[in-house]
């Protein structure tokens, strides 16, 4: 049972930067791809960034050019780096795996952005 672990939520204002961390109790990175989601209240969970084993990634919209995920393969660590939050970033953030067909997350950590 693989277990992720995010960290660096907080209440920030518009404008501001955070940065997430999101450690696995096991070294998957070499094996697996890993995600970004967050969830807003009253809303569905949805896709924020992945990066694929190769270390390619992607981003939904409406993060492009403001959010970077990264890894640390040495610190066994996924960052989510995001710069001019806005307001509608208010969201808890979860780290996400598939590992052969499972489905893993983290706690969530929360974001509030203040306007």
Same mark, same amino acid.
């Given at each position: 049972?693989?277990? %992720?672990? /995010?960290?660096?939520?907080? $209440? ?5 930067? =955070?940065? $997430? ?7 998957? !990175? /070499? %094996? *697996? ?13 949805? !896709?924020?960034?992945?990066? *694929?084993? #190769? #270390?390619? +990634?992607?981003?939904? /919209?409406?993060?492009? #050019?403001?959010? +970077? ?6 610190? *066994? +660590? %996924?960052? $989510? &780096?995001?710069?001019? $939050? ?9 780290? &996400?795996?598939?590992? =052969? ?7 969530? +950590? ?6």
């Amino acid at each position: 049972q693989v277990q %992720l672990v /995010e960290s660096g939520g907080g $209440l920030v204002q518009a404008g501001g930067s =955070l940065t $997430l961390s999101c450690v696995p109790s096991d070294d998957i !990175f /070499e %094996l *697996n791809g890993m995600d970004w989601y967050r969830q807003a209240p009253g809303k569905q969970r949805e !896709f924020v960034a992945r990066m *694929n084993v #190769g #270390g390619e +990634t992607n981003y939904a /919209e409406t993060g492009k #050019g403001r959010f +970077t995920i990264s890894r640390d393969a040495a610190a *066994n +660590t %996924l960052y $989510l &780096h995001m710069n001019s $939050l806005r307001p509608e970033d208010t969201a808890v953030y979860f780290c &996400h795996a598939n590992i =052969l067909a499972i489905d893993y997350w983290g706690q969530g +950590t929360q974001v509030t952005v203040s306007s």
